[in-house]
């Protein structure tokens, strides 16, 4: 999180010391872009083992050059509620519940939750119109991805699983991700109307980091592929300072 500020605050700084103004629609330019952006992603490899489709939130601070080539770092906070493994089988009844500790069957929600921290290398192919900064758009990028199922218990009233011991059912998991994607950015004349649209494919190579889990009864060691692939549509704030319009008197 601290990365991300850090990287906004750079953003809106370096937008105050660019050169004079300049005209988006005449020329190539260069340009801080912060994107806010939504995805919707389905899981493949390891990870549709475990969960199934999710939704992400992303911040996007990209530097665009005037030879169109851009620089960015992107964070995500991925969200869903499809949990396809079993978790509690060591503390559940027959039927497959828990009980709480008034003897009753216990109220128990379980959500994916995780992130992804990247670095990015894209380059815009231009179109003629509506400008030259705007067009198709492929990058590439490294980094992090973390997930676990978050596990809520209504009314905390089951011991089985206080904070002390969700930590060994929440399937922690982390490891290094690579990143593709492919788009259209669109920078309108007037800056008044930005956004990007492309599809994405994550490739996250993980593995657990709990030091035992209670429903495999050992530590897991296995190492997974998880994958993601999806839509992601993204609101553009760019901040190049623009040209003044001319008035022609006779």
């Known amino acids: ?26 020329s190539s330019i260069y340009t801080p872009l912060i994107g806010f952006s939504y995805g919707y992603y389905f899981p493949g490899g390891d990870l549709k083992d475990r969960f199934g489709n999710n939704s992400a939130l992303q911040l996007n601070v990209d530097f665009k050059t005037k030879y169109n080539w851009i620089l960015g770092i992107n964070g995500s906070y991925l969200f869903g509620k499809n949990i396809k493994v079993s978790l509690f089988d060591s503390i559940s009844t027959s039927n497959g519940n828990v009980i709480n500790e008034d003897g009753e069957y216990a109220d128990i929600r379980l959500y ?31 980094g992090f991805m973390q997930h676990k199922i978050r596990i809520e218990t209504i009314g905390n009233d089951v011991p089985q699983l206080d904070k002390r011991y969700k930590k060994g059912y929440d399937k922690l998991s982390n490891g290094f991700l690579l990143t593709e994607s492919i788009g259209y950015l669109y920078l309108s004349n007037n800056r008044l109307a930005n956004i990007y649209v492309g599809i994405e494919c994550m490739q996250g190579f993980t593995q657990s980091r709990r030091s035992y889990d209670y429903n495999l009864m050992k530590k897991d060691t296995e190492k997974h592929v998880d994958i993601l692939y999806g839509a992601r549509i993204a609101w553009i704030l760019p901040l190049y300072k623009k040209a003044p319009q001319e008035y022609y008197m006779y």
Do not use: C, H, W, Y
């Open 1 to 26: 999180m601290k990365t991300f500020i850090l990287a906004l605050l750079s953003a809106f700084l370096i937008s105050f010391s660019l050169p004079a103004q300049v005209s988006i629609k005449d």
């Open 112 to 142: 994916e939750r995780g992130f992804t921290v990247s670095g990015t290398l894209g380059r815009l192919i231009p179109f003629k119109k509506p400008n030259p900064n705007s067009g198709i758009r492929i990058d590439v990028g490294f």
